[in-house]
């Protein structure tokens, strides 16, 4: 099992160019959670999925921000436009029927 | 929503002493509470969890006890080893599967 796959690992963009991150679930999961990690903010929980249906949001901050499961095997968070602010570790994890969370690598993103 | 508080942020300790990490919890709803470690640079992983049925868990060094009506969890390592070296969060839920993270504690072994 090759566990949670996240891309790219580092992404490096400009004030107002749009983010795209991806997440590949572990087989068989039916939940995923998108975290953001800053050293002020800690770990967020940004929006998490059920059965490819996005069940709470309310942790993203704001409209620049949005989230897609299109299947049960492929998430996007995608920032747009993106400011530096939006620089943090984010995480995807996945868990089976609300068990462990298992977390990805992360993708660590600095908007300059 | 729930919140949870975490202390101490930073505890050093001389390896093979025990170190204890302490949690409250706002939402008396929770039902489930994981402590995960992230060592420098890597992925949070869980070590332990314990589900509001029992009070206490262990698992070899690792212990985690939960006291339901004052609201408080806790996290206890002992015969700390260099290894241990990490920050570990502590979180809370209902049956939603949302996490709540408390803020962090930087553990430091000292050899």
């Known amino acids: 099992d090759a566990g949670v796959i996240q891309s790219p690992r580092h992404e490096v963009t400009e004030m107002g160019q749009e983010v795209t991150l991806r997440c590949k679930p572990i087989?068989?999961?039916?939940?995923l959670f998108w975290y953001r990690q800053t050293m002020m903010r800690g770990l967020e929980l940004l929006i998490y999925?059920?059965?490819?249906?996005?069940?709470?949001d309310s942790g993203m901050p704001e409209d620049r921000f949005s989230a897609k499961m299109p299947n049960a095997s492929f998430s996007t968070l995608k920032i747009q436009p993106s400011e530096p602010r939006d620089s943090a570790v984010y995480f995807c994890?996945?868990?089976?029927?609300?068990?462990?969370?298992?977390f990805g690598p992360g993708t660590r993103l600095t908007v300059l | 929503g729930e919140n949870v508080e975490q202390h101490p942020s930073t505890l050093s300790v001389q390896e093979g002493d025990s170190a204890v990490i302490k949690c409250t919890y706002s939402?008396?709803?929770?039902?489930?509470f994981p402590w995960y470690k992230q060592e420098l640079g890597k992925r949070p992983q869980l070590i332990i969890d314990?589900?509001?049925?029992?009070g206490e868990k262990k698992d070899q060094r690792i212990a985690v006890t939960l006291n339901k009506t004052a609201k408080h969890f806790s996290l206890h390592i002992t015969e700390t080893q260099p290894e241990d070296s990490a920050v570990y969060f502590c979180?809370?839920?209902?049956?939603?599967?949302?996490?709540?993270f408390g803020a962090g504690t930087t553990v430091t072994v000292r050899a």
């Open positions: 979180a809370a839920s209902r049956d939603d599967y949302k996490l709540s």
């Open positions: 939402d008396s709803a929770s039902n489930y």
């Open positions: 999925f059920n059965n490819n249906v996005p069940i709470d």
């Open positions: 994890a996945s868990s089976l029927d609300g068990d462990e969370q298992f």
């Open positions: 314990i589900r509001s049925n029992v």
């Open positions: 087989s068989g999961h039916n939940s």
